[in-house]
């Protein structure tokens, strides 16, 4: 690997952190119609968004790594954020249902 293209991944790794931080920050603020982040803090809310926020980003970096090598940075970059937050929430979404059916399962 080169250096130019591990800069490349670098600062794509770092875009798709911010924005998988304010797409589940956003996500958090549109839910259930409040419009408030009154009640990020709790543990039960911390846990949703560290599933989210680790599910769009992997989301992202699965269609980078996919892509990266068929077209060019840019194109692969801009596809990468649309697609792989909405990927990353179908991801996220799986992940807390199979957590849910598993804890009702055990009790």
Do not use: H, P
Request: aromatic share 22%.
């Amino acid at each position: 690997m080169t250096f130019r293209a591990f800069n490349r991944i670098y600062g794509a790794g770092i875009i798709f952190l911010i924005t998988s931080f304010f797409w589940t920050v956003f996500l958090f603020y549109i839910d259930e119609g409040r419009y408030s982040l009154q009640d990020i803090s709790t543990l039960q809310n911390l846990v949703a968004l560290s599933i989210y926020y680790v599910g769009s980003f992997i989301g992202q970096m699965i269609l980078f790594y996919t892509f990266t090598q068929r077209w060019s940075f840019l194109k692969t970059l801009s596809l990468s954020i649309s697609a792989g937050l909405f990927l990353g929430v179908f991801v996220s979404i799986g992940i807390i249902w199979t957590i849910r059916l598993s804890w009702q399962m055990i009790q």
